[in-house]
């Protein structure tokens, strides 16, 4: 099993690709999306213009130009209504979805923010049990080390516990 967690700042990551928590434009916005248009430089907004944005829970790749990532994967997450309007759904797609990209580019690694849980309010407990479980459903079928980037000790020790709780079933 190839999961694993870290704390740290995803821009920096030399994984095969890094997945963007974007919005629906993908032409840019805050949080990890605007950190990663800034380490990427301009040329990822001029590629994002030509993509025509993304639905929720879809996701697009890109180069990543000056990111050490070689590939950027833009998703969108659900913003948080309740929890009754498609939201677990739609936040497993986006890892779902950003996974089979990965898969398709036969790429080896790939890093996750935790995608819905800043501005667009998803609850981090809930977004990380989707999250680990996104994840492990499609290590059981192929092989990639994934990352689930943590920007808090608390994000961490969250993620940690879900995979050693997970890992031990
Ligand atoms: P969303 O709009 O999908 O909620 P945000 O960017 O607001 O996206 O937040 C998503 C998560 O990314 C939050 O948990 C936030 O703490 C985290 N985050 C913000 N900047 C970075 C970064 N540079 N590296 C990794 N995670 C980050």
């Given amino acids: 099993m190839s999961l694993k967690t870290l704390k740290g700042d995803i821009t920096k990551l030399d994984a095969d690709a890094i997945v963007n928590a974007a919005n629906r434009t993908l032409l840019g916005g805050g949080g990890v999306d605007g950190a990663i248009h800034r380490a ?3 040329e990822l907004l001029a590629e994002c ?3 025509g944005g993304c639905e929720t829970g879809q996701a697009k790749i890109t180069k990543g130009y000056n990111l ?13 209504h309740g929890g009754a309007q498609g939201e677990p759904e739609l936040l497993k797609n986006a890892y779902k979805n950003s996974l089979a990209i990965a898969r398709e580019k036969q790429l080896s ?6 995608i819905s849980t800043g501005v667009y309010g998803y609850p981090k407990e809930e977004a990380a049990e989707i999250a680990v479980e996104a994840c492990l459903e499609f290590l059981e079928e192929y092989d990639m080390e994934i990352v689930l980037v943590a920007f808090s000790d608390g994000d961490r020790n969250r993620y940690e516990k879900l995979i050693e709780d997970r890992a031990g079933k």
Avoid: E, N, Q
């Fill in 68 to 80: 050490p990532a070689r590939y950027v994967i833009h998703t969108v997450g659900p913003v948080w």
């Fill in 49 to 51: 213009r030509t993509l």
């Fill in 109 to 114: 690694s790939i890093a996750f923010p935790a």
């Fill in 40 to 42: 990427a430089g301009k």
